[in-house]
């Protein structure tokens, strides 16, 4: 049973940058395909960008691709995703989601589920 745990998410304002991190334990971390979701408020949840086990493949959402990066450290069982350019519409509880074979980043299927962490940006 893999536990997932998300930090670093806060309020910042328009242009700011932000790092989330999503620590991982219980399971084989480095089988695992990783990604990260978002619920924005009266939002469905969204798939924002994730990475394959061997950390190729890389997925963005078209709504952060070019601001958000996706970065993976199997020695550390942690991923990370660095946020820049940060806009009031990327403003959701930001969710860590790991998979052994899913089949796409917005379908998966995924098998574990962090608690979230919040992220704000002000105007």
């Known amino acids: 049973q893999m536990q997932l745990v998300e930090s670093g998410g806060g309020l910042v304002q328009t242009g700011a940058s932000l790092t989330l991190s999503c620590a991982a334990s219980?399971?084989?971390?480095?089988?695992?395909?990783m990604s990260w979701f978002r619920r924005g408020p009266g939002k469905d949840r969204e798939a924002v960008a994730g990475?394959?086990?061997?950390?190729?493949?890389?997925y963005y959402a078209d709504s952060v691709r070019g601001r958000f990066f996706v970065s993976r450290d199997d020695a550390r069982n942690a991923v990370t995703l660095q946020m820049n350019k940060l806009k009031p519409e990327d403003t959701a509880v930001y969710l860590c989601?790991?998979?052994?074979?899913?089949?796409?980043?917005?379908?998966?299927?995924?098998?574990?589920w962090g608690q979230g962490t919040q992220v704000t940006v002000s105007s």
């Open positions: 219980g399971g084989s971390f480095s089988n695992y395909t």
């Open positions: 989601a790991a998979g052994r074979n899913p089949t796409s980043y917005v379908t998966g299927p995924w098998d574990y």
């Open positions: 990475l394959y086990r061997n950390g190729q493949r890389a």
